[in-house]
């Protein structure tokens, strides 16, 4: 999820991403977002990224889509789930709420988009820890 410059790994929606910069804070991405949706690019700055507290943060500055002042911030959190070692990630956002649109209709939209996010997130990061159980191990 760290991983500013590859948002398509998890994020279904996303066909492709090219990041500027040593992918450190302030650094761009442009992202070119898959038909369906009512954009087609976004233009997103990392405005925080902490391996420590495992949190990453965006914005999106530029793009031809609705999501004016938008930010979100990720957090990972270890925990027991079903008696198994997990992971709970957290995600937040805030943003503008575009002209002609009801607040309640842009959250649904975006809370939509979010765990469709989330859940391809957990849909992969269970096929690497079944692939990290499956692999040889070289004594």
């Not at 233009?43 to 002042?69: A, F, Q, V, W, Y």
């Amino acid at each position: 999820m760290r991983r500013f410059d590859q948002p398509q790994k998890y994020k279904p929606f996303i066909s492709r991403c090219v990041a500027q910069g040593n992918l450190e804070i302030g650094s761009l991405r442009e992202v070119d977002v898959k038909s369906g949706l009512p954009a087609t690019t976004s233009t997103e700055r990392l405005e925080l990224l902490d391996d420590d507290e495992h949190i990453l943060s965006i914005r999106i500055i530029g793009g031809d889509h609705r999501l004016k002042n938008y930010s979100s911030i990720v957090s990972l959190h270890p925990e027991i789930i079903d008696g198994r070692p997990g992971t709970l990630v957290i995600e937040s956002f805030v943003m503008d709420v575009p002209e002609g649109n009801a607040k309640d209709e842009t959250c649904y939209f975006v809370e939509a988009l979010i765990k469709c996010n989330l859940k391809s997130l957990a849909d992969v990061s269970e096929g690497l820890a079944v692939q990290d159980r499956t692999e040889p191990i070289d004594i």
